[in-house]
C-alpha cells in the first residue's frame, strides 16, 4: 500500500515558449528527451487499466529496456481522443 505522502500524479500541458502562466500552482518545465516507447490504445478506462498492468511487461518482450529514471506518460491528443484513442508512452533505454 502507498503511503498517502508518497502518492503524485503531474499532468501536462503543452504550451507556447511565449505564454505566461499566472497561476502558483502551475509550474513550467520539460519532458525528459529519449526515446520512447508509444502503445495506442482505446481510450476506456478498462483499456487504460488494462495497459497500465501490462506495460511493464511489453518493452522486454520486444527487446527493450524500460528507463526507470524518466516517466511514464498518458497522452491524449485532440485528434487521438477524437477517435477515442490514447496513448502510453514509457520510456526505453
Not at 4 to 12: G, I, K, L, M, Q
Not at 25 to 52: C, L, M
Request: net charge negative; charged share 30%; aromatic share 8%.
Amino acid at each position: 500500500m502507498t503511503k498517502p505522502e508518497d502518492c503524485r500524479y503531474d499532468a501536462c500541458l503543452i504550451v507556447a515558449k511565449d505564454q505566461l502562466i499566472n497561476h502558483s500552482d502551475v509550474k513550467k518545465g520539460k519532458t525528459s528527451e529519449g526515446e520512447y516507447a508509444v502503445f495506442e490504445i482505446e481510450h476506456t478506462a478498462e483499456a487504460v487499466e488494462q495497459a497500465w498492468r501490462e506495460l511493464f511487461m511489453e518493452p522486454s518482450i520486444h527487446g527493450y529496456k524500460m528507463d526507470d529514471s524518466k516517466p511514464i506518460m498518458e497522452r491524449y491528443a485532440n485528434k487521438m481522443v477524437e477517435n477515442h484513442k490514447c496513448e502510453i508512452c514509457v520510456p526505453i533505454g
